[in-house]
């Protein structure tokens, strides 16, 4: 095994890097179900609405290997619905069995029913299907304990770079893109397809994604990325972090 012993060197590892990079990019939408009453309830007053046209054309006009679709496949009684939340075969914390309940409270996050399980349009990263434990991310449940085929599919197909869209900014995609992260994928989210629902827990997940080199992009450069003709500086900085770690194992 040779010796890196430049920055030349530095900066062909790098290249080699930036050209693996434009041959495997992987698009992951998060559209669980693009309903007014799931985004609007929350104080971030988004309309969901609104990110459809990006979405759309993310998914059609823009070029990726792959296309990954997620979606909640709750049971009806799982336990994230609020109208549940006091069913026998489960148990309310000491401190909320005396209060009335409502739509997004915390109690396990409760959520009104919009997305039981359906068959319908094509396939997706089914998660949530346990009535007893929630799955925000696509990748695992809430506990981290099961894992879906998403991680796998995208290893199989060489993907190294995520971008992810959809509902909501602040929960499931920010999730999905944390454990993307964490798994070692390049990693970023189309701000303009992706509608949130509370203003605080957006800004604490723009603050994650800024300490995890997750970058923030607009349509135009997810085009680019599409096109291989630029990328985010943050994945440039965490290629360059790689080529230089590649040069002190090397020494």
């Known amino acids: 095994m040779g010796v890196v012993r430049n920055e030349q060197e ?7 890097e930036l050209i693996s ?3 495997e990019v992987d698009l992951i939408p ?27 054309n993310l998914l059609q006009n823009l070029n990726w290997n792959v296309i990954v679709y997620s979606q909640d496949w709750h049971p009806s009684n799982h336990i994230s619905f609020f109208e549940h939340a006091r069913n026998p075969d489960r148990e309310l914390a000491p401190e909320d069995k005396s209060r009335k309940l409502r739509p997004f409270d915390i109690v396990r996050f409760v959520k009104p029913v919009s997305t039981i399980q359906r068959v319908e349009g094509a396939h997706y990263i089914k998660k949530g299907a346990d009535v007893y434990v929630d799955a925000y991310s696509a990748f695992s449940d809430n506990c981290g304990i099961k894992q879906s085929e998403l991680e796998m599919l995208l290893r199989k197909n060489d993907i190294n770079a995520v971008i992810g869209c959809g509902l909501a900014y602040d929960i499931c995609v920010m999730h999905t893109l944390k454990d993307a992260s964490k798994h070692g994928f390049l990693t970023c989210i189309v701000k303009s397809g992706s509608k949130g629902l509370s203003s605080l827990k957006m800004d604490e997940a723009n603050k994650m994604f800024q300490k995890r080199g997750v970058a923030i992009i607009d349509d135009e450069m997810a085009r680019l990325i599409s096109r291989r003709e630029a990328f985010p500086i943050e994945w440039i900085r965490l290629l360059v972090h790689q080529a230089q770690n590649e040069l002190h194992g090397k020494k």
């Open 30 to 56: 998060e559209l669980d179900r693009m309903l007014d009453d799931f985004i609007e309830e929350g104080d971030a007053e988004q309309d969901p609405m609104e990110a459809l046209p990006h979405v759309n």
């Open 10 to 16: 530095i900066r062909e590892v790098l290249r080699n």
């Open 21 to 23: 990079l434009v041959n």
